[in-house]
């Protein structure tokens, strides 16, 4: 035996989108479950003596008529679940409140009976209700063209439903709103083959339908592999742009001069230009980020900064640089020194990143030469929460040199010995000590950078000044502490 359908499962299913309650019974208390489907000529037949039975009347009649009640009253004595009369035109008065006190719930559809095929086949076909979705998802996958958007768009109209692509976390890839979470049943599978949480195709439907359930889970599976697919011919078309970026930079740098004519005609091809003043941009990630996939993100917080600029994944992170056809001023300088920091702040509000900017170079050389001093600055700014981990090279001076000096093979042994006393010590007096550093001795500063109290801050310090032996009043002393400090937290 079919299992029963609820009136609001019913109402929701996209056959019955046009279908409207007319009527419902004293108390709004839900109608009886249909467990059978009849259709009648007209207001005039009898009502089936089957308790559950959804009552379609097949032609239009005067609903003013008298025949209508009749029929409304035989339907509650026979304990039909709802009658479907034709058109969507709302009841008179008398036969709504009739219906109401009778218990029968009333429902109106421009096209009764094809609402109550629909209805029979959800209630006795559910292996063809499958096998059609299942074709029908087919036919769409072969069809549509483009890319994941548009084929989970197309699945969303065949399905006629809510369709979403998700990624390992939980967020939209792919469809429309902000993702499940209507209140329906969320049913998905799984597309690709990440570990240990894979992408997912998303469905959402109303609960009740149990064969309109197990048609979208069928046509779930059918439609992830396609889905799948599309994301890997995808994924290769990205990675095949990025490693012909990747190449192009590696050619510049390498060159650091001159470029070579054929370089130059690569760089004309992919919309370089080459001629000009450069301002290079290096964005340093954790090694579990991967910059090709994440490079949409870079793009999106440089476009909501206003920061025009080539973005190349390089290493560890991407390498980016802003081109001007004449030197630009000072004002200009630093307006795009404050979108650079607005785009790291963006960004580091859903990705940890350092942005360092390097200095106008002019010509192919000056990119190369950009670019690294870019890096030296994102490799400190690392170290410099208290500036959002980042820094401007030409705000820097001296900083950059040191910066250098202290990445040699005999400075970091040295000062990892100079800090051994403080490792495995409370309150993580490394940490505290470099922060105190660069707050030039601000106790408040430091607090506030490191989220404690600054009574706390002043007995860290003082401890680490006794277990190194140091006096931070003697300049050297404090200079050759502070890049200890900088060089191994960095390294650390």
Known sequence: MSAPLTVDALLSHPDWAAVTVLATRTGGSEPDPVREVHTVADLRADAPAVRGALLAVALSGNRDDWHLDALLRRAAAAGVAAVLLPGT?????ASRLLAARVGVTVLGAPDPLGAALAATRLLHEPEQVVA??????A???AAVGGGVDELVAELARTWRRPVWLLDGSGGVV?????????GGEVLSRPVGTERPRPSALVAELPRGAAAERAAVLAALGVAAGT???RMADVRLAVERDARLR???LAELVAAAAEPGAGTRRRALDAGWQLEGWHAGIRIDVPGSVDPVTMRPEVLRAFDAA???????????????WSTFAQEPGADELNRHATAAHRAQSLLRSTLPSAMGVGRLQRGAGGLARTLGEAGDAARLAATRSASGCFVHVDRLGLGQLLLAWTRTDTFLPAARSMLEPL????????RTLTAYLDAESSLTETAAVLGVHRNTVAARVARAQELLGVVLTEPDERLALHLACRSVLFHT
């Open 246 to 248: 990747m190449s192009l």
């Open 139 to 141: 036919v769409a996958c």
């Open 89 to 93: 035109d709302p009841l008179r008065a």
């Open 174 to 182: 792919a469809g429309t709103g902000p993702g499940p979470g209507s």
């Open 227 to 229: 889905v799948g697919q």
């Open 423 to 430: 490792r495995d010590q409370p309150g993580d007096l490394l």
């Open 306 to 320: 206003h920061l025009r600029a080539v973005v190349v994944e390089q290493g560890s992170g991407w390498g980016a």
């Open 132 to 137: 059609d979705l299942v074709a029908r998802t």
